[in-house]
Protein backbone atom coordinates (compact mmCIF):
# COMPACT_ATOMS: atom_id res chain seq x y z
CA UNK A 1 0.00 0.00 0.00
CA UNK A 2 1.18 3.34 -0.89
CA UNK A 3 1.99 5.98 1.56
CA UNK A 4 -1.18 8.53 2.12
CA UNK A 5 0.45 12.11 1.27
CA UNK A 6 0.15 15.44 3.15
CA UNK A 7 0.37 18.31 0.68
CA UNK A 8 0.16 21.83 2.08
CA UNK A 9 -1.07 24.27 0.00
CA UNK A 10 0.05 27.84 -0.82
CA UNK A 11 -2.16 30.32 -2.45
CA UNK A 12 0.10 33.38 -3.27
CA UNK A 13 -1.11 37.02 -3.93
CA UNK A 14 0.90 39.79 -5.25
CA UNK A 15 4.02 37.48 -4.09
CA UNK A 16 2.27 37.12 -0.30
CA UNK A 17 0.87 33.91 1.09
CA UNK A 18 -3.12 34.35 0.93
CA UNK A 19 -6.07 32.69 2.63
CA UNK A 20 -9.83 33.24 1.27
CA UNK A 21 -13.07 31.70 2.15
CA UNK A 22 -14.74 30.36 -0.46
CA UNK A 23 -12.56 31.78 -2.96
CA UNK A 24 -13.42 35.32 -1.20
CA UNK A 25 -12.53 37.79 1.28
CA UNK A 26 -8.66 37.07 0.33
CA UNK A 27 -6.68 38.59 2.59
CA UNK A 28 -2.94 38.35 3.24
CA UNK A 29 -1.36 36.17 5.61
CA UNK A 30 2.67 36.20 5.33
CA UNK A 31 5.72 35.04 3.56
CA UNK A 32 5.06 32.03 0.94
CA UNK A 33 8.99 31.79 1.34
CA UNK A 34 9.17 31.09 5.00
CA UNK A 35 6.28 28.72 5.11
CA UNK A 36 7.25 26.67 2.68
CA UNK A 37 10.79 26.39 4.49
CA UNK A 38 9.25 25.49 7.78
CA UNK A 39 6.74 22.84 6.24
CA UNK A 40 10.02 21.19 4.29
CA UNK A 41 11.84 21.49 7.67
CA UNK A 42 8.94 19.51 9.40
CA UNK A 43 8.26 17.05 7.28
CA UNK A 44 6.15 17.46 4.76
CA UNK A 45 5.67 15.28 1.65
CA UNK A 46 4.73 17.82 -1.21
CA UNK A 47 4.00 21.51 -2.00
CA UNK A 48 1.87 23.05 -4.45
CA UNK A 49 1.89 26.67 -4.78
CA UNK A 50 -1.02 28.82 -6.80
CA UNK A 51 -0.90 32.11 -8.41
CA UNK A 52 -4.23 32.31 -7.69
CA UNK A 53 -4.86 35.55 -9.25
CA UNK A 54 -3.31 34.92 -12.87
CA UNK A 55 -5.80 33.29 -14.76
CA UNK A 56 -7.99 36.12 -13.66
CA UNK A 57 -5.60 38.51 -14.43
CA UNK A 58 -4.78 36.70 -17.66
CA UNK A 59 -1.25 37.14 -16.72
CA UNK A 60 1.64 35.00 -16.64
CA UNK A 61 3.07 33.71 -13.04
CA UNK A 62 5.16 34.95 -10.49
CA UNK A 63 8.23 33.18 -11.55
CA UNK A 64 10.64 34.52 -9.14
CA UNK A 65 8.43 33.68 -6.25
CA UNK A 66 8.20 30.07 -7.61
CA UNK A 67 11.99 30.17 -7.52
CA UNK A 68 12.66 31.45 -4.22
CA UNK A 69 10.12 28.84 -3.24
CA UNK A 70 12.22 25.95 -4.88
CA UNK A 71 15.23 26.97 -3.48
CA UNK A 72 14.03 26.19 -0.05
CA UNK A 73 12.80 22.57 -0.21
CA UNK A 74 13.48 18.83 -1.57
CA UNK A 75 10.44 17.67 -2.31
CA UNK A 76 8.11 17.65 -5.00
CA UNK A 77 6.77 20.78 -5.61
CA UNK A 78 3.71 21.28 -7.71
CA UNK A 79 2.97 24.99 -9.10
CA UNK A 80 -0.30 25.92 -10.97
CA UNK A 81 -1.72 29.96 -11.80
CA UNK A 82 -1.60 30.87 -15.30
CA UNK A 83 -0.43 28.08 -17.34
CA UNK A 84 -1.59 28.63 -20.79
CA UNK A 85 1.04 26.78 -23.39
CA UNK A 86 3.60 23.99 -22.97
CA UNK A 87 6.49 27.09 -22.68
CA UNK A 88 4.68 28.14 -19.77
CA UNK A 89 4.95 24.78 -18.07
CA UNK A 90 8.44 24.21 -18.93
CA UNK A 91 9.61 28.14 -17.70
CA UNK A 92 8.06 26.87 -14.78
CA UNK A 93 10.31 23.79 -14.47
CA UNK A 94 13.22 25.80 -15.25
CA UNK A 95 12.36 27.99 -12.07
CA UNK A 96 12.24 24.97 -9.85
CA UNK A 97 8.85 23.22 -10.42
CA UNK A 98 8.72 19.40 -10.24
CA UNK A 99 4.72 19.18 -11.85
CA UNK A 100 2.25 21.90 -12.88
CA UNK A 101 -0.83 22.05 -12.47
CA UNK A 102 -3.75 23.34 -15.16
CA UNK A 103 -7.08 24.74 -14.53
CA UNK A 104 -8.74 27.71 -16.35
CA UNK A 105 -6.85 27.31 -19.46
CA UNK A 106 -7.19 23.75 -19.68
CA UNK A 107 -11.38 23.86 -19.29
CA UNK A 108 -11.35 26.60 -22.10
CA UNK A 109 -9.07 24.09 -23.87
CA UNK A 110 -8.56 20.67 -23.18
CA UNK A 111 -5.39 20.21 -25.40
CA UNK A 112 -3.34 21.73 -23.32
CA UNK A 113 -3.21 18.33 -21.38
CA UNK A 114 -2.15 16.69 -23.63
CA UNK A 115 0.25 19.28 -25.17
CA UNK A 116 1.69 18.99 -21.23
CA UNK A 117 1.69 15.14 -20.72
CA UNK A 118 3.16 14.73 -23.96
CA UNK A 119 5.84 17.39 -23.33
CA UNK A 120 6.17 16.45 -19.45
CA UNK A 121 5.40 13.72 -18.93
CA UNK A 122 1.57 12.41 -17.56
CA UNK A 123 3.32 12.09 -14.14
CA UNK A 124 4.11 15.68 -13.85
CA UNK A 125 0.80 17.17 -15.15
CA UNK A 126 -1.80 17.53 -13.00
CA UNK A 127 -5.19 18.73 -13.42
CA UNK A 128 -6.84 20.74 -10.53
CA UNK A 129 -10.66 21.28 -10.54
CA UNK A 130 -12.32 24.00 -8.89
CA UNK A 131 -15.57 22.44 -7.97
CA UNK A 132 -18.90 23.71 -6.58
CA UNK A 133 -22.23 22.31 -5.31
CA UNK A 134 -25.49 22.67 -8.08
CA UNK A 135 -28.50 20.84 -7.86
CA UNK A 136 -28.64 17.10 -9.89
CA UNK A 137 -30.02 17.28 -13.72
CA UNK A 138 -29.24 16.40 -16.62
CA UNK A 139 -26.13 18.86 -17.48
CA UNK A 140 -24.79 18.31 -13.60
CA UNK A 141 -25.71 14.30 -13.21
CA UNK A 142 -23.14 14.49 -10.80
CA UNK A 143 -24.00 17.49 -8.84
CA UNK A 144 -21.05 19.33 -8.91
CA UNK A 145 -19.91 21.89 -11.65
CA UNK A 146 -17.09 22.66 -12.76
CA UNK A 147 -15.55 26.88 -12.63
CA UNK A 148 -12.75 28.57 -13.41
CA UNK A 149 -10.87 31.94 -12.86
CA UNK A 150 -10.88 31.20 -9.34
CA UNK A 151 -14.42 30.44 -8.63
CA UNK A 152 -15.31 33.33 -10.78
CA UNK A 153 -16.82 31.85 -13.69
CA UNK A 154 -18.84 29.06 -13.82
CA UNK A 155 -18.73 26.39 -16.96
CA UNK A 156 -21.46 24.87 -16.72
CA UNK A 157 -19.38 21.16 -17.08
CA UNK A 158 -20.03 18.04 -14.77
CA UNK A 159 -17.59 17.94 -12.35
CA UNK A 160 -17.20 13.85 -12.82
CA UNK A 161 -17.44 14.21 -16.82
CA UNK A 162 -14.44 16.50 -16.30
CA UNK A 163 -12.30 14.70 -14.12
CA UNK A 164 -12.56 11.32 -16.75
CA UNK A 165 -11.89 13.23 -19.75
CA UNK A 166 -9.31 15.03 -18.10
CA UNK A 167 -7.53 11.18 -17.29
CA UNK A 168 -8.59 10.42 -20.84
CA UNK A 169 -6.61 13.68 -21.85
CA UNK A 170 -3.25 12.15 -20.10
CA UNK A 171 -3.41 13.99 -16.55
CA UNK A 172 -1.38 12.05 -14.15
CA UNK A 173 -2.96 13.45 -11.15
CA UNK A 174 -6.12 15.05 -10.23
CA UNK A 175 -6.41 18.15 -7.27
CA UNK A 176 -10.60 18.22 -6.13
CA UNK A 177 -10.84 21.61 -4.68
CA UNK A 178 -14.36 22.27 -3.12
CA UNK A 179 -15.32 25.91 -3.31
CA UNK A 180 -18.50 25.04 -0.61
CA UNK A 181 -15.56 23.79 1.57
CA UNK A 182 -13.18 26.30 0.68
CA UNK A 183 -11.28 28.02 3.63
CA UNK A 184 -13.84 26.57 6.16
CA UNK A 185 -12.53 24.38 8.31
CA UNK A 186 -15.30 22.18 8.73
CA UNK A 187 -14.02 18.94 6.65
CA UNK A 188 -13.51 18.46 3.09
CA UNK A 189 -16.37 17.46 0.70
CA UNK A 190 -16.47 13.39 1.05
CA UNK A 191 -19.34 13.07 -1.58
CA UNK A 192 -17.35 14.08 -3.79
CA UNK A 193 -13.58 13.05 -3.25
CA UNK A 194 -14.95 9.07 -3.26
CA UNK A 195 -17.13 10.28 -6.16
CA UNK A 196 -14.12 11.17 -8.40
CA UNK A 197 -11.06 8.52 -6.47
CA UNK A 198 -13.65 5.59 -7.37
CA UNK A 199 -14.25 6.81 -10.77
CA UNK A 200 -10.97 7.27 -12.44
CA UNK A 201 -7.78 5.33 -11.91
CA UNK A 202 -5.14 8.18 -11.53
CA UNK A 203 -4.11 9.71 -7.71
CA UNK A 204 -6.72 12.04 -6.18
CA UNK A 205 -5.57 15.18 -3.92
CA UNK A 206 -8.64 16.24 -1.84
CA UNK A 207 -8.36 20.25 -1.18
CA UNK A 208 -10.69 22.86 0.58
CA UNK A 209 -12.10 22.26 3.87
CA UNK A 210 -9.21 20.86 6.49
CA UNK A 211 -9.06 21.94 9.94
CA UNK A 212 -8.21 19.55 11.96
CA UNK A 213 -7.09 16.04 11.97
CA UNK A 214 -10.05 14.06 11.79
CA UNK A 215 -10.83 15.74 8.63
CA UNK A 216 -7.62 14.36 7.05
CA UNK A 217 -8.70 10.87 8.34
CA UNK A 218 -11.69 10.80 7.13
CA UNK A 219 -10.80 11.97 3.78
CA UNK A 220 -7.91 10.37 3.18
CA UNK A 221 -9.78 6.53 4.02
CA UNK A 222 -13.88 6.80 3.84
CA UNK A 223 -12.80 9.72 0.93
CA UNK A 224 -10.59 7.44 -1.05
CA UNK A 225 -8.48 10.19 -1.24
CA UNK A 226 -4.88 9.62 -2.08
CA UNK A 227 -3.48 12.83 -0.56
CA UNK A 228 -4.80 15.45 1.31
CA UNK A 229 -4.28 19.15 0.49
CA UNK A 230 -3.80 21.47 3.84
CA UNK A 231 -3.55 25.32 4.53
CA UNK A 232 -5.09 27.35 7.56
CA UNK A 233 -4.79 24.18 9.65
CA UNK A 234 -0.93 24.84 9.84
CA UNK A 235 -0.90 28.65 8.23
CA UNK A 236 -2.15 29.87 11.26
CA UNK A 237 0.13 27.72 13.66
CA UNK A 238 -2.72 25.59 14.81
CA UNK A 239 -1.09 22.49 13.79
CA UNK A 240 2.42 21.17 12.56
CA UNK A 241 2.96 19.08 9.68
CA UNK A 242 4.88 16.22 11.70
CA UNK A 243 1.67 16.36 14.60
CA UNK A 244 -1.04 16.08 11.73
CA UNK A 245 1.32 12.92 10.12
CA UNK A 246 1.80 11.35 13.45
CA UNK A 247 -1.56 11.40 14.46
CA UNK A 248 -3.21 9.66 11.45
CA UNK A 249 0.06 7.18 11.97
CA UNK A 250 -1.47 6.36 15.43
CA UNK A 251 -4.75 5.64 14.18
CA UNK A 252 -3.55 3.24 11.25
CA UNK A 253 -3.07 5.43 8.06
CA UNK A 254 0.44 4.77 6.77
CA UNK A 255 2.24 8.05 6.41
CA UNK A 256 5.83 8.97 5.68
CA UNK A 257 7.53 9.34 9.19
CA UNK A 258 10.28 11.75 9.70
CA UNK A 259 12.73 10.16 12.34
Given at each position: ?7 A ?8 LAK??K ?15 E ?11 Y???ASS?A?N??LD ?6 E?I?I ?11 ED ?5 WSG ?6 NT ?9 T?C???LGSQNTVLS ?7 E??DFP????V?I????TPM ?11 EA ?7 V??I???G?R ?16 I????SG ?6 H ?5 T???A??A?I ?6 G???V ?14 R??Y
Amino acid sequence: MLSKRIIACLDVRDGKLAKSVKFVNTRDIGDPVAKAAEYYRDGLDELVFYDITASSEARNIILDVVARVAEQIYIPFSVGGGIRSVEDAHQLLWSGAEKINVNTAAVQRPALITECAHSLGSQNTVLSMDIRRVDESRDFPSGYEVVINGGRTPMKIDALQWALQGEALGAGELVVNSIDADGTRDGYEIRLTRMIAEAVSIPVIASGGAGHPEHLLEVLTEGRADAALIASMVHFGEYKVSEIKQWLNDRGVKVRLRY
